[in-house]
C-alpha cells in the first residue's frame, strides 16, 4: 500500500459528460502529480500541485482542470468527455515538489471509460 | 513529451536469466528513477540514482547513470516469472519538478 489513495477505482461515463478524479496523498506529502496513461500513450503527465499550487503543467487539456485542496487531496475534474479519454488517470505523491526530486508514490489510479 | 525513452520496449526471457533495460534523456537531470508497474496497477518506485552516482544496487538490481550519454540501464539480475510487469525510468524536467516518464519497457518472464 503506498498510502496514496484515488477514487473512485472504476468510472463508466457517456460522451460529453463531466467526471471528478479524487486523490489523497500520502500523510506529509505536499507535492501530488496528475498522469493519464493510454496504451498507445504511455504514461502522460498532465499537472502537478505543490503545497496548494500549480507547479507545473504537461499535456493537459483545456476540458480538464485540477486543483488542490488546503488539506491538500487533489481533484481531477474532466469536462465534455470524448471516447479518446478512456484511460487510467494516476495520481502521485512525493514530500518534495522541487527539481531536487524525490521518489514518487502511486495511487492504484482510476480506470474511466467514455462510452 | 516524453523525457525518457525506454529500450527495448518489450523483453522476453527465461527464469534465471538477467534482464536488461536502457533508458535515454534528452535534458540534464539532477536524477533518474526507475518504477515498475504491474499490469494495470500503480507505478511502484524501484530505484533513484542521482546526476552525481555512477552505479547504484539494491537487491538484484543494479543501476547505472551515464550522464555524458544522457542514458542510464536496470539490470535484473537472476530474474523470477514474479518480475513480470513494466518498468519505467522517470526524470524531473527543467526546474519546474514534473516528473517525466518513458514509456516503458514490458519484460516477460517465463516459468
Known amino acids: 500500500d503506498s498510502g496514496v489513495t484515488q477514487t473512485p477505482k472504476h468510472l463508466i461515463t457517456a460522451t460529453g459528460q463531466r467526471v471528478t478524479l479524487r486523490c489523497s496523498p500520502r500523510s506529509g506529502d505536499l507535492s501530488v502529480y496528475w498522469y493519464q496513461q493510454s496504451l498507445d500513450q504511455g504514461l502522460q503527465f498532465l499537472i502537478q500541485?505543490?503545497?496548494?499550487?500549480?507547479?507545473a503543467k504537461g499535456n493537459i487539456l483545456e476540458r480538464f482542470s485540477a486543483q488542490q485542496f488546503p488539506d491538500l487531496h487533489s481533484e481531477l475534474n474532466l469536462s465534455s468527455l470524448e471516447l479518446g479519454d478512456s484511460a487510467l488517470y494516476f495520481c502521485?505523491?512525493?514530500?518534495?515538489?522541487?527539481?531536487?526530486?524525490?521518489?514518487?508514490?502511486f495511487g492504484q489510479g482510476t480506470r474511466l471509460t467514455v462510452v | 513529451s516524453q523525457q525518457g525513452e525506454e529500450d527495448p520496449q518489450a523483453l522476453s526471457i527465461q527464469e534465471g536469466e538477467n534482464a536488461t533495460m536502457n533508458c535515454s534523456y534528452k535534458t540534464s537531470i539532477n536524477n533518474l528513477q526507475w518504477y515498475r508497474q504491474n499490469s494495470g496497477r500503480g507505478l511502484v518506485h524501484l530505484i533513484l540514482i542521482r546526476s552525481n552516482e555512477r552505479e547504484k544496487h539494491s537487491g538484484r538490481l543494479r543501476v547505472t547513470l551515464d550522464t555524458s550519454k544522457k542514458s542510464s540501464s536496470l539490470l535484473i539480475t537472476a530474474s523470477r516469472a514474479a518480475d513480470t510487469a513494466s518498468y519505467f525510468c522517470?526524470?524531473?524536467?527543467?526546474?519546474?519538478?514534473?516528473?517525466?516518464f518513458g514509456k516503458g519497457t514490458k519484460l516477460s518472464v517465463k516459468p
Open positions: 500541485y505543490y503545497n496548494g499550487e500549480e507547479r
Open positions: 522517470a526524470t524531473y524536467g527543467g526546474s519546474q519538478g514534473n516528473l517525466i
Open positions: 502521485a505523491s512525493s514530500v518534495q515538489g522541487s527539481s531536487v526530486g524525490t521518489e514518487a508514490f
